[in-house]
T-cell receptor, first 117, second 111 residues
Framework: DAGVIQSPRHEVTEMGQEVTLRCKPISGHNSLFWYRQTMMRGLELLIYFNNNVPIDDSGMPEDRFSAKMPNASFSTLKIQPSEPRDSAVYFC???????????????FGDGTRLSIL | RKEVEQDPGPFNVPEGATVAFNCTYSNSASQSFFWYRQDCRKEPKLLMSVYSSGNEDGRFTAQLNRASQYISLLIRDSKLSDSATYLCVVRSLPGTYKYIFGTGTRLKVLA
């Protein structure tokens, strides 16, 4: 079975450029999560969607970050303009969220390693 | 107080040893609990869910203590390949879709 698919795997770009990260969740999963991980701050939840609707974006650092989920099989995280402090590994994860199935875990993609020069 | 707390370690243990990690959570209404493993520069991967009655998967045993609000992970006969960071994850409320991650406990198994 295909897992969560993220692209690109690596991105190196200059400060000020727009960066778009992509995620395809596991088919049938109705919740999607974007995380950022750095050595200093660990794993941070940026935003999550349920049934394509953003539920909580309180972790989005600032207005330079935006995320969309136009359909159940695709989501993007955009940074515009990018800054060196945005350099991190960005993970997408998906899960099946149902009150009747509380033990459903999250499944992570391989991540996108982002370097802003 | 953090919602989910773990001892960051590192725990350095010899091969074959038994090692245990604890994780405490602050929300008594938390419903679902998991242990994830993360290798260096890789994504977190589900190790096991933690059920109310406790559960075992090979060398790994997970326990839940609701009264004291902690979960534990026991690794028996540790292998070099068990070296990783172990993340405790809690799902806070029924109907809430967020997963709250601890900062992880680093384990290094020594030859």
């Amino acid at each position: 079975d295909a897992g969560v698919i993220q692209s690109p795997r690596h991105e190196v770009t200059e400060m000020g450029q727009e960066v778009t990260l992509r995620c395809k969740p596991i088919s049938g999963h109705n919740s999607l999560f974007w995380y950022r991980q750095t050595m200093m701050r660990g794993l941070e939840l940026l935003i999550y969607f349920n049934n394509n609707v953003p539920i909580d974006d309180s972790g989005m650092p600032e207005d330079r970050f935006s995320a969309k989920m136009p359909n159940a099989s695709f989501s993007t995280l955009k940074i515009q303009p990018s800054e060196p402090r945005d350099s991190a590994v960005y993970f997408c994860a998906s899960s099946l969220s149902s009150s009747g199935q509380p033990y459903q875990p999250q499944h992570f993609g391989d991540g996108t390693r982002l370097s802003i020069l | 107080r953090k919602e989910v707390e773990q001892d960051p370690g590192p725990f350095n243990v010899p091969e074959g040893a038994t090692v245990a990690f604890n994780c405490t959570y602050s929300n008594s209404a938390s419903q679902s609990f998991f242990w994830y493993r993360q290798d260096c520069r890789k994504e977190p991967k589900l190790l096991m869910s933690v059920y109310s009655s406790g559960n075992e998967d090979g060398r790994f045993t997970a326990q839940l203590n609701r009264a004291s609000q902690y979960i534990s992970l026991l690794i028996r006969d540790s292998k070099l390949s068990d070296s990783a960071t172990y993340l405790c994850v809690v799902r806070s409320l029924p109907g809430t879709y967020k997963y709250i991650f601890g900062t992880g406990t680093r384990l290094k198994v020594l030859a």
